[in-house]
């Protein structure tokens, strides 16, 4: 019998039989579908953690727009500052939507004309047209010097608001309105903010999701004045 060359037998060797072939197809898809599901687990996980802090960080932002604002708030009289007014209102469904009108030094975007330091602010809820979504805006006016009155730049600071309500704190006790002109010309000592916004939850519904902050406005002389405060002697 002739024997086969070294060479050639070595060569059928290292070759991989149909078996082999079969077998590490099969291990390459497993773990191809595995590394498949550990990516759509992730995938799913990440979207649902970010759904369920989206109302977090809408809040967040808002809220600090508030802080800056009213920590920044000035007294009627102070050179262009007009009326502090908080005023209780309700939106179409009936939930709470106050609305406040105040004068501060916060910073804002640069208006198309002119860009005083001290600021018209108004904050509110609205219902925009062809939306089911309910938004807090915030309204700033620069330019206060001019005869004709700007448009104010308006911006939506937070959408999907449940509801809005807004208490001012004289120095002994919280009221749900506030206006200078009958407070002695001051401010509140603070504003306390609840902020409800609506977001899905499980089987369709959706769920309400309630922030509380208290700003207290440095310029604020309400809680030692008798005349704003009944706490203080005179």
């Not at 000035?74 to 939106?91: H, I, M, S, V, Y």
Request: with cysteine; hydrophobic share 40%.
């Amino acid at each position: 019998m002739t024997r086969a060359p070294d060479n050639l037998r070595s060569n059928r060797r290292s070759g991989f039989t149909l078996l082999e072939l079969v077998i590490a197809l099969a291990m390459v898809t497993i773990i191809v579908a595995t590394l498949a599901s550990s990516l759509s687990l992730a995938y799913h996980a990440t979207q649902r953690t970010e759904a369920a802090i989206a109302p977090s960080r809408q809040a967040a932002i808002a809220l600090d727009y508030m802080s800056d604002d009213l920590q920044s708030a000035l007294p009627r009289g102070t050179e262009l500052a007009g009326n502090f007014e908080g005023t209780q209102a309700q939106d179409d469904r009936g939930h709470e939507a106050d609305d406040l009108i105040f004068y501060s030094t916060a910073e804002s975007p640069q208006h198309v004309d002119a860009n005083g330091e001290i600021k018209e602010i108004e904050i509110t809820v609205e219902h925009p047209l062809n939306s089911s979504d309910y938004v807090l805006v915030r309204r700033v006016t620069r330019n206060l010097l001019t005869d004709v009155q700007p448009a104010p730049d308006e911006e939506i600071i937070c959408r999907g608001v449940s509801s809005f309500t807004l208490q001012y704190f004289n120095g002994s006790s919280w009221n749900p309105t506030w206006d200078s002109t009958q407070e002695d010309n001051t401010i509140p000592a603070a504003v306390q903010v609840t902020l409800e916004l609506q977001e899905p939850a499980a089987g369709g519904k959706m769920r309400t999701i309630r922030y509380d902050r208290i700003f207290p406005l440095s310029c604020s002389t309400a809680a030692i004045d008798p005349a704003v405060n009944s706490g203080v002697t005179p």
